[in-house]
Nanobody, 127 residues
Framework: QVQLVESGGGSVQAGGSLRLSCAVS????????MGWFRQAQGKEREVIAT????????YYADSVKGRFIISRDNAKNTLFLQMNSLKPEDTAMYYC????????????????????WGQGTQVTVSS
């Protein structure tokens, strides 16, 4: 089993920045795809960014490209999401997720492909 615990959410004004963290513990090789997803009220959960430590590639949704950066610190077993130039439409509950098996290539961006989820951290951006 893998446990994921997010932190770092909060309330900021538009244009501000936040850094989300996701502490990873349990039975993990550190080489499986991980991702950040978000779910705004009344909307479907959507992928924001993914990272594949096995091959070193990343993916960003168009809505956050150029503003958000996903990274992983293997020594600390922590996934990060640096969020800059935040907009009111970024307001949502943010979740980190991990796959159970290693992927050799681009990470799957479907939420259904991820086996482990954190409890979420709320991000609220005011205009």
């Amino acid at each position: 089993q893998v446990q994921l615990v997010e932190s770092g959410g909060g309330s900021v004004q538009a244009g501000g920045s936040l850094r989300l963290s996701c502490a990873v513990s349990g039975d993990t090789s550190g080489r499986t795809c991980m991702g950040w997803f978000r779910q705004a009220q009344g909307k479907e959960r959507e992928v924001i960014a993914t990272i594949n430590p096995a091959v070193g590639n990343t993916y960003y949704a168009d809505s956050v490209k150029g503003r958000f950066i996903i990274s992983r610190d293997n020594a600390k077993n922590t996934l990060f999401l640096q969020m800059n130039s935040l907009k009111p439409e970024d307001t949502a509950m943010y979740y980190c997720a991990a796959r159970r098996t290693v992927t050799f290539g681009a990470c799957n961006t479907s939420r259904y492909a991820y086996d482990y989820w954190g409890q979420g951290t709320q991000v609220t951006v005011s205009s």
